[in-house]
């Protein structure tokens, strides 16, 4: 599942990031089409991983950071140095959308029912990331309010997410902004859920369900 995720987020944000910067001077408008169709395939990649960057992000419209946020707060696959939440989170969520509009009892992915567990952590890995992109967005604001709101919400997911990116912002932060970041980054890289149960000392006994193992979204 989590490779169909990511083919999608790939193939998707290839073609929205073209279309968001094709004609766009400072960005892809002086390229030629094939090259402005590899600098969009290349940048909607690196957003979830590397973190490497061959346009200014600077330059960038809105909608496009929008775009770029998005991507990297989905992240990379299980397993992997990506931040985000990861896809298979995303898959899960998506699933038990299309059942609740649907009417069914139960989400299912790949023919197999999701179990309750899963959801639940998938919600809350979610919820704890939203919450720390707010909080962390709020502070900048507070901290660095002579900055445009679009800017400082895309420092934070950045941040958060642990994808290197930058609007050129981070250098010129006060020191009080840049102290966010660090708190971001450390939250986006141990985990809320990691750190919630690191202090949980009660573990009571539950039976694993197998479907619970296909689901993983750690």
Not at 45 to 71: E, K, N
Not at 191 to 217: D, I, K, Q, W, Y
Request: contains cysteine.
């Amino acid at each position: 599942m989590g490779l169909k995720v990511t083919a999608c987020l790939l193939v998707g944000g290839a073609l929205l990031f073209a279309l968001l910067e094709w004609n766009r001077p400072g960005t892809l408008g002086p390229l030629d089409p094939p090259h402005k169709l590899l600098h969009a395939a290349f940048q909607t990649t690196v957003t979830r991983s590397a973190g490497f960057s061959t346009l200014d992000y600077g330059h960038f419209s809105a909608p496009t950071l929008l775009l770029i946020m998005g991507l990297m707060f989905v992240g990379g696959n299980p397993g992997s140095t990506a931040g985000g939440i990861k896809t298979t989170t995303l898959a899960v969520l998506l699933a038990a959308t299309r059942a609740t509009l649907r009417g069914q009892p139960q989400a299912q992915l790949e023919g197999r029912a999701i179990p309750v567990r899963t959801l639940m952590r998938a919600l809350t890995v979610v919820t704890l990331a939203l919450l720390a992109v707010g909080l962390g967005t709020g502070a900048l604001m507070f901290t660095d309010h002579q900055h445009r709101p679009i800017v400082l919400a895309f420092e934070a997911v950045s941040a958060f997410t642990t994808s290197g990116l930058s609007v050129n912002l981070t250098p010129v932060l006060s020191n009080h902004g840049k102290l966010v970041l660090v708190a971001l980054m450390f939250l986006g890289r141990v985990g809320f859920l990691t750190l919630l149960l690191a202090f949980h000392t009660t573990h009571a006994t539950v039976n694993e369900l197998p479907e619970e193992r296909a689901f993983s979204v750690d």
